[in-house]
């Protein structure tokens, strides 16, 4: 497994640990929360969750410029899906990134992550195409996998229309989005889909399966809690026997062999630290080309603070896997 050192991060193949508490810009963020009284998400009704993201998570009113952003929709598998394809300066043809948000598969959306897709765009030289999928629970798995494959079939058909080269598409997702990724990346593989270059996982949720040592972190220092996780399973799967499909929890494929290359990352204090790591390692350990980036100090969620000034982290993060990102298609 590559590793590569950020500051503050534990580093070892066998067993992360994270620091006593969080990065003191992190805290500060904690502690407004507290103040406030942001409730749990495991505490809202579906629409209460997805309100509360839309206040938290609202995007900024001077976002970062890319050289054109164009929003398309295709037919997917049951109705339009809708997509932002974001370009960045150059002539192109440009490699592609095929873009999950997060949300718990219930919440979340292209508006939200915009900033995210924009700081991709630039640091990683690539286009992005941002996937409007279908949310849970009126969607149900697999409907949002379905989107989302379908999606990243159309891009590499169609990626003239992002001026993109159909020879260096990767999937890139955070948090659900993470979990999307890596199930797209599986599906291609299994169905004989398109040959994609690397996947980028962004604190993951990758198994539904509670027991790991990074759920019993204290909650005072988590964003989300084992009960939030759990109460975003429950909305995505209409029954317990689909925890097993690899596709809805890619942790329990028997084979992670013939997959691309990975970028994983997670967050110490996370509950779904742990999971991201086992990823990480069961990819290394069927011969895939893995880099693991544990960022100790900080929290889920926290590549969507970029425009927080007082948190580099993400930043840092966003040119890390750019870095990686280059070095999967060839420079």
């Known amino acids: 497994m590559s590793h590569r050192n950020t500051s503050n991060r534990t580093e070892t193949d066998v067993e992360v640990t994270t620091t006593a508490t969080p990065h003191p810009d992190v805290q ?55 997509i932002r394809i974001y370009t960045p300066d150059g002539s192109g043809p440009f490699p592609v990134l095929v873009y999950f948000h997060g949300g718990g598969w219930v919440a979340g959306g292209i508006e939200l992550d915009d900033g995210i897709c924009r700081a991709l765009t630039n640091a990683a030289g690539c286009a992005v195409a941002s996937i409007g999928y279908r949310h849970a629970p009126e969607h149900p798995f697999p409907a949002p996998l379905e989107d989302c494959y379908a999606a990243t079939e159309w891009v590499v058909e169609h990626s003239e229309v992002a001026h993109g080269d159909p020879d260096r598409i990767a999937v890139v997702g955070e948090s659900a989005g993470g979990n999307l990724a890596a199930a797209v990346a599986q599906v291609a593989r299994d169905r004989g889909g398109p040959a994609l270059a690397h996947q980028v996982l962004v604190t993951p949720v990758l198994d539904r399966s509670f027991d790991r040592p990074s759920y019993d972190i204290d909650p005072s220092q988590l964003v989300i809690t084992r009960a939030d996780v759990e109460w975003v399973w429950d909305r995505y799967l209409e029954s317990d026997l689909d925890a097993n499909n690899p596709y809805a929890s890619p942790l329990r494929a028997r084979d992670l062999s013939g997959l691309p290359s990975a970028t994983i990352v997670t967050a110490g204090f996370d509950v779904l630290r742990d999971e991201g790591l086992a990823y990480a390692e069961r990819l290394e350990d069927a011969g895939v080309r893995v880099t693991y980036r544990e960022y100790d100090d900080v929290i889920h969620g926290f590549l969507g603070m970029l425009d927080d000034p007082a948190l580099e982290r993400a930043r840092e993060v966003i040119d890390a896997v750019a870095r990686d990102l280059r070095d999967s298609f060839g420079g």
């Not at 009284?37 to 890319?66: F, H, K, N, T, Y």
């Not at 398309?72 to 109705?79: E, L, R, W, Y």
């Open 28 to 82: 500060a963020i904690l502690d407004g929360r507290a103040e406030l009284g942001i409730p749990r998400l495991s505490s809202l009704s579906v629409g209460g969750m997805r309100q509360l993201l839309e206040e938290l998570w609202a995007p900024p009113a001077d976002p970062e410029p890319v050289a054109a952003v164009r929003d398309v929709s295709i037919d997917g598998p049951a109705g339009d899906v809708p």
